[in-house]
């Protein structure tokens, strides 16, 4: 059975419901590292389910790397203007707007790119997140559509550099 205490500290790890982690703790009989797993996987899960479904509504947000010298802007959108106005998926925009200064990449996801080149650099959705390496921009994008119940999608981003074409 799980303690309150580890319901508690799963939450505050994975952002998940209390009943979800109440749940993944029972489940993998108290250990909190295959709980985290569990709730990673049905996040995937999850989101693979509302992969299909329509995401016309979002925002557009900018990022600017300290000195001004490289920006970039993520169309990321949702399925509904409500969504689109919680702090998760704000913190989700502003995370793939980071990501892309940070990064540099060419391509959405690897369907787009040719096959000579590396997906985990130069397609976004396959990147390791640059806060949690141990994670790609599709887990924390997936992490994100387990929490707010929509499916979400990256439309287009850009990225500026002073004196680069």
Request: aromatic fraction near 4%; proline fraction near 3%.
């Amino acid at each position: 059975m799980a303690n309150t205490q580890q319901i508690k500290e799963l939450r505050e790890m994975t952002g998940a419901g209390i009943m979800d982690c109440k749940k993944a703790l029972e489940e993998a009989g108290g250990d909190i590292t295959t709980a985290v797993e569990s709730l990673r996987q049905r996040g995937l899960a999850l989101a693979a389910k509302k992969a299909h479904r329509e995401a016309r509504n979002g925002l557009v947000q900018a990022y600017i790397h300290a000195g001004g010298c490289i920006g970039a802007l993520v169309e990321l959108n949702c399925e509904t203007d409500f969504v689109a106005h919680t702090d998760e998926f704000k913190e989700l925009a502003h995370d793939l707007a980071m990501q892309v200064a940070a990064t540099n990449p060419s391509f959405i996801g690897s369907d787009e790119a040719p096959e000579e080149v590396d997906p985990s650099q130069a397609c976004l959705l396959s990147q390791p997140f640059i806060k949690e390496p141990q994670k790609t921009i599709q887990e924390r994008i997936a992490e994100t559509i387990a929490k707010v119940g929509e499916n979400i999608r990256i439309r287009r981003f850009a990225r500026f550099e002073l004196g680069k074409d």
